[in-house]
């Protein structure tokens, strides 16, 4: 029993000097404030990036949900089960001034929201101009690459894909795009198609 205590006293205390708290929480002890030290400080890119990971369907619910906020940061993670226990991890903050200044509207647009605002107003357009008049039936896109940014410029785009039809490629499309951070509205369009 004693071996035991000393191994706990060992452990507890090499986490203190050594400062390794775990990079998780308990959602409830995030929601009411508690243990909030345990959250890695990052970047608003970092935050942005991970915010755009969330879909609007998955199998998995692998997306980034903001579990506090207080006057000086922002708390986030994905959320975990763990029998009857819901866990934050991996468990972050992020300064709010700086979010704020860079994504104000970072409470309500997700990566979902990005992607459906790319898609409806470029992506979408281009399909039924190109392609719903050759097949209807049996139109495939082929994306070769989808990049979102947070700059002090905005949400800056750049999606590229292949239209095809029956498996033949039709045509080539790049897209890039600046929206707006607090409403995704579109600030500058460019889209080139070959």
């Known amino acids: ?33 508690l243990f909030l030290e345990r959250s890695q400080k990052v970047s608003p890119q970092t935050f942005f990036n991970r915010r755009m990971e969330s879909e609007l369907k998955s199998r ?23 029998n009857t226990i819901s866990f934050v991890n991996p468990f972050y903050r992020v300064n709010k001034a700086e979010l704020d200044s860079l994504f104000p509207a970072y409470r309500s647009i997700e990566g979902k929201h990005i992607k ?15 392609l719903n008049s050759l097949c209807p039936q049996s139109q495939q896109i082929d994306y070769k690459k989808r990049d979102y940014k947070l ?22 499309a790049e897209i890039k795009a600046t929206l707006n951070p607090k409403n995704l509205e579109i600030i500058s369009e460019d889209i080139k198609i070959k």
């Open 1 to 33: 029993m004693s071996h035991i205590i000393k191994t706990f006293a060992f452990f507890g205390l090499f986490f203190t000097l050594f400062n390794c708290t775990p990079n998780y929480i308990a959602l409830q002890d995030a929601e009411q404030g």
């Open 60 to 82: 998995l619910d692998r997306n980034w949900y903001i579990v506090n906020e207080d006057m000086d940061n922002v708390y986030f993670g994905q959320l975990e089960k763990r």
């Open 116 to 130: 459906a605002k790319m898609f409806q107003s470029f992506v979408k357009p281009i399909l039924d101009e190109r």
């Open 151 to 172: 700059t002090k410029n905005g949400i800056e785009s750049e999606v590229k894909f292949v239209g095809k039809c029956y498996e033949k490629r039709i045509f080539t």
